[in-house]
């Protein structure tokens, strides 16, 4: 089955500076690369998604970037904010019907 | 608006106790997962299905099993609880190849 890292595990960031979030898949043939967010006793929400033939996305102060030759996606959030705290977790997909294996999960505290 | 919902927000049980945990979607998504979480572990699939009457083993199905008479309905079944299987479970829906969306979750202790 898929691997899936996540690093860091845990990030603590001053407000208004970057957050960047790394995920590492073995699948070469996976082609769907979202990453959730999940806040304290809440559950998880996607906040954005790329696909295996776009090479970065933005909306407003997130972007995902995807390297797929290294087999790696990463989530970057700039100007964070105290409500940006919170778990994020990457599950990149191989096809539509295979079993979706997420990342360990990072959890991000941005400090006022 | 995507809604998932979960039968039970809390549960208390016995051990050896049969536990149903039902999860209905109203998106007509193909996909449904069950997921268990725990501190530290993420979230780790339990069980998936794309298809009514289907099913998949996930990461971690030992102890569980899982129904799906009707698209819209996704069950989750512990056939004899044990105290190991105390956590936070997790269902979602989806198209295939698009973002899951998750229920509200359901917090389970078994005594």
């Known amino acids: 089955g898929e691997n899936v890292e996540q690093h860091p595990s845990t990030l603590s960031v001053q407000e208004g500076d970057s957050a960047v979030i790394k995920c590492t898949y073995s699948d070469s043939a996976s082609n769907y690369f979202p990453w959730y967010k999940q806040e304290l006793g809440k559950r998880p929400q996607l906040i954005i998604d790329i696909r295996s033939n776009v090479g970065e996305k933005k909306d407003q102060r997130i972007a995902v970037t995807l390297n797929k030759t290294a087999k790696h996606f990463s989530l970057h959030i700039t100007e964070t904010q105290p409500e940006d705290s919170a778990v994020y977790f990457c599950?990149?997909?191989?096809?539509?019907?295979?079993?979706?294996?997420f990342g360990t999960g990072t959890k991000l505290q941005v400090i006022p | 608006d995507v809604k998932v919902t979960q039968s039970s927000r809390y549960l208390v049980k016995r051990t050896g106790e049969k536990v149903f945990l039902e999860c209905v979607q109203d998106m007509d998504h193909e996909n449904m997962f069950w997921y268990r979480q725990d501190p530290g572990l993420g979230l780790r699939l339990i069980y998936f299905s794309y298809d009514v009457k289907m099913k998949e083993k996930g990461d971690i199905p030992e102890g569980y099993s899982v129904s799906r008479e009707k698209k819209e309905r996704f069950s989750l079944i512990l056939e004899s609880a044990s105290t190991n299987q105390t956590s936070m479970y997790l269902c979602a829906s989806s198209f295939p190849e698009q973002a899951q969306y998750f229920g509200p979750g359901t917090r389970l202790l078994v005594l």
């Open positions: 599950a990149p997909q191989t096809g539509g019907y295979q079993k979706v294996t």
